[in-house]
């Protein structure tokens, strides 16, 4: 686990503080800006789910906190942070609250199981953790090879799921680590031919 933080312009240390009030947490006593830290898991997790050149993503993760208005959702005893790619939401980064300080535990690709867009996808299509995985829309990368944005069924289904940022996402796909062959989106329709979504459409 490191302290979230980003180099300056004069190359000095600059880290994250920020309030639990700001991210949705509830506190007995003052409410003190507290130190950011970000799980070793957090940073693996928005490299494989992101796969762009890594200081980008870092630098965006440490200049979410940095904002004034944190955009997140509250959920039990976590705080889901929305996480931006030109200005598209991709993902969230899940805060707890421990004490003293406020640690970032992992990164959700938008399409995830724990995330409201996730859910959604799930009450849509029946959509769930293990089929994202199969068919490779749990990160950016897969997702964007499919190139849904083309095919109308599959875009209005995760227009409607609240994925419609990651259909504006596709020219990140040229920054991608990892060099991904495009995919079949006809193949996702076969996979969800006898979901409930695509049958009341017929």
């Not at 769930?128 to 095919?151: M, P």
């Amino acid at each position: 686990m490191i302290r979230l933080g980003w180099v300056d312009g004069e190359f000095n240390w600059v880290f994250a503080k920020v309030k639990p009030s700001a991210l949705g947490f509830e506190v007995v006593g003052l409410d003190v800006s507290l130190d950011v830290y970000i799980q070793i898991h957090a940073l693996d997790r928005l490299q494989n789910r992101i796969d762009i050149t890594p200081g980008i993503m870092h630098s965006i993760a440490f200049m979410i906190f940095m904002d004034k208005e944190i955009k997140h959702h509250k959920d039990y005893n976590r705080s889901l942070v929305e996480f931006y790619l030109s200005d598209k939401k991709a993902g969230y980064l899940q805060v707890e609250l421990h004490g003293d300080r406020l640690v970032i535990h992992t990164f959700l690709f938008l399409t995830n199981s724990g995330t409201p867009e996730g859910i959604k996808l799930e009450k849509l299509a029946g959509l769930q953790k293990a089929d994202k995985i199969y068919l490779e829309i749990d990160a950016l990368s897969t997702f964007n090879s499919y190139h849904i944005d083309k095919n109308e069924p599959l875009k209005n289904l995760f227009i409607e799921a609240g994925c419609g940022s990651l259909l504006e996402l596709g020219h990140l796909q040229e920054f991608s680590v990892n060099e991904v062959k495009d995919k079949d989106p006809d193949s996702i329709l076969k996979y969800l031919a006898d979901s409930k979504y695509f049958r009341s459409a017929e």
